[in-house]
Nanobody, 121 residues
Framework: QVQLMESGGGLVQAGGSLRLSCAAS????????MGWYRQNPGNQRELVAV???????IYANSVKGRFTISRDNTKNTVYLEMNSLKPEDTAVYYC???????????????WGQGSQVTVSS
């Protein structure tokens, strides 16, 4: 049984920083990529940043230069360092992992529970 556990959300003032963590656990055979998405009421869930197993990264234009995604393969953990936060960054942030479970035959997407990030002005 695979599970993604998120931590690090909270309230921060505009211009501040926050760091999110997401650890995958369970019967995991391999992880192709991990990333972060966000969603606020009335909007679709959008990609924030992704990092592949090879270390390649993708960022949404709205966070380029401010957010940094990184990983620790030994811990099956992905991080999102958010700097220069803006009120528009306020959302629920979801961790996603594309992985192959030990009992599965293909790569599937797994989601974390979501972490509220609120940026005040």
């Amino acid at each position: 049984q695979v599970q993604l556990m998120e931590s690090g959300g909270g309230l921060v003032q505009a211009g501040g920083s926050l760091r999110l963590s997401c650890a995958a656990s369970g019967s995991i055979l391999s992880i192709n990529a991990m990333g972060w998405y966000r969603q606020n009421p009335g909007n679709q869930r959008e990609l924030v940043a992704v990092i592949t197993s090879g270390g390649n990264t993708i960022y949404a234009n709205s966070v380029k230069g401010r957010f940094t995604i990184s990983r620790d393969n030994t811990k099956n953990t992905v991080y999102l360092e958010m700097n220069s936060l803006k009120p528009e960054d306020t959302a629920v942030y979801y961790c996603k992992a594309r992985l192959r479970a030990d009992y599965g035959g293909t790569y599937d997407d797994y989601w974390g529970q979501g972490s509220q990030v609120t940026v005040s002005s």
